[in-house]
């Protein structure tokens, strides 16, 4: 059944009284049974006001000049969770080393995670190579042109597959993201009630959009990418949207009443569990200790500093590494550090130990507890470490400066 588009729901009372706080004119955003057909008919001159702005003030983005399939797929992956700007010198790396699907199908894991390091969410490498490997073997290395096969492949969910199928192939697929529900819901000040999570909403805006895709003769592409272009760079979220420098604020009905701040209403985030761990800066000052991480889960076969669960005292820590050694060694704190994942923290901190003599001499120790003694310099180039440890990343990437040898002692 068609989602129906009105603001009802257990947090109706604050947001209605702070509406009518704020124009006085409650009524008019409340708008039971408006459908995505009727939405839609109500946002085409929005549409393609919209469209027309988008041409003409697109910002150059890389991927945006020659839009092919490939380009696009890498970078919706690598903008998924990730700011535009720090992922253009990932894009425009990855694309000179990788510049189509076969020799992303045929590129070492150890290397393609290595282009990949510091951008997060390890999985979408993993994921966009298993992709490659199946186009090459069912697709004659391409990526398929369809919206249904596109979301059959690995780490492609419909936000992906309706961006890569509208802007690369010209499909009606909607690619409604947290911009767009936002922009829709302040253009129409209206919010479909009942919609439990974030992909919820994005799925029933994304009905608007393909209705809105039905409705003109618009590019499906040009629809989605400027819907998100507003969002991303004038309807700002957290109550700050840009109107006075919005094309479309003279068709906007939240502009119009003042309830901009009510749409798109919070859902409220999941609190994140915290995990406290201790770092070890393993080394004997040629080498350092890494530990390869298990081939699934969070972090999947990366490298890291070996860690252990819990908070460990200087002496628990000289004790924990001893034992792995069978020789008596020396901590020095080195700073704590903290990494946000998407459900979850790391809260660590770290102490430098020293290796009594050369790490060489500890090698069967060291292989038993999974620890490989890598070469400091060597750490840099050819290693993947996440950047939960980058805190710690001068102690590898070079001779310590003089702020990081305060902090490592
Ligand atoms: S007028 Fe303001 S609230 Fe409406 S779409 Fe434009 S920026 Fe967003």
Known sequence: MAQGFCLTGKSDTVQESRAEEKSGRAEEFRKPGLEPREAAARLKPAAETLAAWY??????????????PYRVWISEIMLQQTRIEAVIPYYQRFLAEIPDVRALAEIPEERLLKLWEGLGYYSRARNLQKAARICQEQYGGKLPGSFPELIKLPGIGPYTAGAIASIAFGEKCPSADGNVVRVLSRLLAAYPDNLPDKPAAQKAFGAVVREIMEKTSLYPGTVNESLMELGETVCLPNGKPLCGACPVSALCLSCRNGTQEL?????????????????????????LCLHKRPPQGLLASLWELPACDGYL?????????????????RAVPAGTGKHIFTHLEWHMTGYRVECPGSLENY?????AA??????????GQDYAIPSAFSRWSEFWASEPSAESAKKIP
């Not at 041409?55 to 092919?68: D, F, I, S, V």
């Not at 005292?313 to 060694?329: D, F, N, R, S, W």
């Not at 090698?363 to 292989?367: D, N, Q, R, T, Y």
């Not at 999974?370 to 750490?379: H, K, L, S, T």
């Open 55 to 68: 041409q003409e003030n697109a910002r150059a983005l890389p991927w945006r000049t020659n839009p092919t």
């Open 263 to 287: 749409f798109p209403p919070e859902i409220p985030k999941k609190k994140r569990r915290v995990e406290e761990r201790t770092v070890f800066l393993l080394t004997d000052g040629e080498k």
């Open 313 to 329: 005292t200087q002496q628990e820590a000289e004790a924990y590494i001893g034992k792995i050694l069978g020789a008596p060694v």
């Open 363 to 367: 090698g069967e120790a060291l292989s």
């Open 370 to 379: 999974g620890f490989c003694a890598v070469d400091r310099q060597e750490i």
